[in-house]
């Protein structure tokens, strides 16, 4: 079996998950089946995500994680949004997100840095921008499909 028979319908079963409060950054939780513990990756410390094999790889500032994909039961995220839809939304304080056709832009307070990274389910980026107090990503290019978009430290599923 491969990943993506696991995958999407992880991504898709996400919409369970509790969204989180906004003065903190929330963890990219994962939900091991089984009533075992939830494996919480603060998304800033996160510097990759793949899948090999039947693992999800959570490469981290403190090492390598393996979790084996047939186990998850839910992988969560701060929020769930469709590229056509008309969106505006407070990711944080001081941090706002808009989505209008096909376009993510994040907007911080004035002088701040904010990013904005796309990545497609093999977990390779496949947009990117960094820049002071606006970030916008075209999604328009980009095949339709499921993506995982990290916007400073908080983690968003966006359907394309």
Known sequence: MTYRKFFVPLILSAAGCAW??????NPLSVIPGGGDAPRQYHIHLVDKITFEGGNMVVAHAGGTDMLP????????????????????D????????????????ATAAPGTPVAVAVYDMSGMIRAAVTAVTEASVDLNPLPAG???????????????
């Open 20 to 25: 989180g409060q906004a003065s903190e950054p």
């Open 69 to 88: 994909v047939a186990e998850i039961e839910e992988i969560c995220f701060d929020r769930e949004y469709n590229a056509t839809d008309d969106v505006t």
């Open 146 to 160: 499921i993506y995982i978009v990290k916007v400073n430290d908080k983690t968003i599923k966006l359907k394309n």
């Open 90 to 105: 407070v990711l944080a304080p001081g941090l706002d997100i808009a989505i209008r056709d096909h376009v993510i832009t």
